[in-house]
């Protein structure tokens, strides 16, 4: 081969390697969502999550993918969904709770996870808000300190309260933590605590039939995916037991359940959005402090407070955000 064509073959091959490399697309960020409850109670969080994505201009399918897995109220499928998402190598895990926030971390110390978790320090899920370390950030929303607030609420509907059954899941780390903080506060209000142990859907008859039993005068239900996820047979149960019911999520109320408090979930989800953008264009998870809710609302069913026969006072609705008629 003359010198002439050799160099021209070099500069035709580089131009075209220079050309292909042009044309490669750049890998679509992957990011994988991990809820434990279902799409039918949880999917309008999530959607606020691809709103959050949207509105910073990400496009799905284009700019972004999303893989999603739901846990359908079991707890014991997380591992696994986990599993496949960490398999997948997605770029950022989002978690919805503590549950699903534990079971992430100890499957990657890698992949960096946003999570929403009642408290995360004493999780051990960060080493503190404002300097997290590791491969998590997210969001905490006070969880703990709520639960004393509730009691306090529903005190107030129901005076002559002195019993109170308790919702809890003994294989949710968290609710330890919930039951320590709730009896300090029972004991200030003169109220003993009645524990009801429900680790899915087939235990919530039997509990609902014990606090009845047990002469408990309203229920307190903590924050867990199992009961979230079965939002319709909770409210059922709790309006054919005529158990005044305190909840934490307002997807209660909203579907016929007497009253919450608690953080708006919607606008907690929105603002994930905010922390998977700035790890996809480069923050570490360690360098971006965990938030803080700092809204909580109180949200009132009406119509069921009068189908228990409860008179709601009016020092009661003037604290409600929002009253459900």
Do not use: C
Request: no cysteine; hydrophobic share 45%.
């Amino acid at each position: 081969m003359k010198r002439r064509e050799f160099i021209a073959l070099i500069g035709g091959a580089a131009t075209w390697s220079f050309a292909a490399a042009a044309q490669t697309p750049s890998k679509i960020p992957q990011v994988g969502y991990i809820a434990g409850g279902n799409p039918i109670v949880g999917g309008h969080i999530f959607e606020a999550f691809r709103q959050g994505l949207r509105e910073l201009g990400y496009v799905e399918g284009q700019t972004i993918t999303l893989d999603v897995r739901w846990a359908e109220g079991r707890l014991e499928r997380v591992p696994e969904l986990i599993a496949e998402l960490v398999r997948l190598k997605v770029d950022v895990l989002v978690v919805g709770n503590s549950p699903t926030a534990l079971a992430a971390k100890s499957a990657t110390r890698t992949i960096p996870i946003v999570m929403f978790a009642g408290d995360p320090v004493a999780l051990g899920l960060v080493a503190s808000l404002a300097r997290p370390g590791g491969n998590v950030t997210g969001q905490s929303y006070l969880n703990v300190e709520l639960n004393s607030k509730r009691l306090e609420l529903i005190k107030q509907l129901v005076p002559d309260l002195t019993r109170i059954a308790v919702l809890r899941n003994p294989t949710v780390a968290i609710h330890a933590n919930f039951w320590q903080t709730t009896e300090v506060a029972a004991r200030k209000l003169g109220v003993t605590l009645q524990p009801l142990d429900v680790r899915g859907p087939e235990d919530f008859e039997a509990a609902f039939a014990a606090a009845t039993r047990d002469n408990a005068q309203a229920i307190l239900a903590f924050d867990d995916p199992v009961t979230i996820a079965y939002t319709s047979q909770i409210v059922a149960l709790a309006a054919n037991s005529r158990l005044p019911t305190m909840y934490g999520f307002r997807e209660f109320p909203d579907n016929g359940g007497l009253m919450s408090y608690g953080p708006n979930f919607v606008v907690l989800f929105r603002r994930a959005a905010t922390f998977v953008d700035k790890i996809l264009k480069g923050a570490k998870p360690a360098d971006l402090p965990v938030e803080q809710a700092t809204k909580f609302e109180l949200v009132m069913n009406l119509k069921t407070a009068n189908a228990l026969g409860l008179t709601v006072p009016p020092s009661l609705l003037a604290q409600a955000d929002e009253v459900i008629e």
